[in-house]
């Protein structure tokens, strides 16, 4: 007779189910050396040079050209900082950043909608459209850049930011219209066919669907026009002329011939200009990693 008792062993739940292979004992994990090896390589081959330049830009000329360049400073200094602030440095920082902003600005106002066309248009000539954008990634900036001189003078834009910043914009849209389309073609396609039900309108779906789920690629898209821009140099040897319109990569070429001698001093230029972007990085490094990650698409 069975009865609805039971005992303290009955309602102990049974144990797990033992993994295959040798029972009781913790999966060892294997290493790799050779990885690891080539992982502290690489970062000596990082680190070393930006050790050098931090140190070398704190010492004095003297102590720049006769001692050695990994030692450190026996009597750091940040005159070189102030020589470079007191040369008009903070004019070229504010130029490049106003060029960096509006590049930005206009490559995603110009690239999310084309991204969002490519991605939800099957048509035939949307998608010979979208492939004829992207041989943009195949053309060089040195081989347009005579008639794109030509261009911006008769526009009436030599010697002017926008003379810096339509170029570049238009030479990181190709890259950025690939990124913008492999993260927006991770949105289900069951969300566009619901708010399409619910009597959404295309513009509504890009700017309340894909938009919003697409940050991680327009934070990239972002990320890297900035670069593009802060770090571009034919452009603006090319387009530009006065002093009032230079940019910083432009800045620094003018302080090497300036303080040709004075190594610490151009060092010191150079720390400055590497710490804005490095700012950035540090802030946005996990929305750009997250980004080019879904360039594939599914």
Known sequence: MTTGIRTAAQRRPAPDAAPR?????????RGNPVAGLGSMIWLLVVLVPLYTLVSASLMRQDEALNGDPLAIPTDPTFENYRTVLDSGFLTLIGNTAIVAAATVVLVLVLSVPVAYVAVRT????????????????AIPAQAVIVPLYLMIGKLGLYDTLWAVVLPTAAFAMPVAVLVLSG??????????????????????????????????????VAIYSALQAWNGFLFPLILT????????????????????????????????????VFAVYLVARRALTDGLMGVGGK
């Open 122 to 137: 099957r048509s035939r000539l949307s998608s010979l459209a979208f492939r004829t954008f992207l041989l943009g990634v």
């Open 21 to 29: 292979g040798r029972p009781g004992r913790p999966r060892r994990v």
């Open 241 to 276: 002329q006065s002093e009032e319109r230079r940019v910083l990569t432009l800045g620094l070429f003018t302080f090497m011939s300036q303080f040709g001698v004075n190594i610490p001093a151009v060092l010191a230029a150079v720390v400055l200009s590497v710490v804005p």
């Open 183 to 220: 993260t927006m073609r991770d949105v289900s396609e069951e969300m566009y066919e619901a708010m399409a039900l619910d009597g959404a309108s295309p513009v509504r779906m890009l700017w309340q669907l894909a938009v919003p789920l697409s940050r991680a690629g327009i934070s990239t």
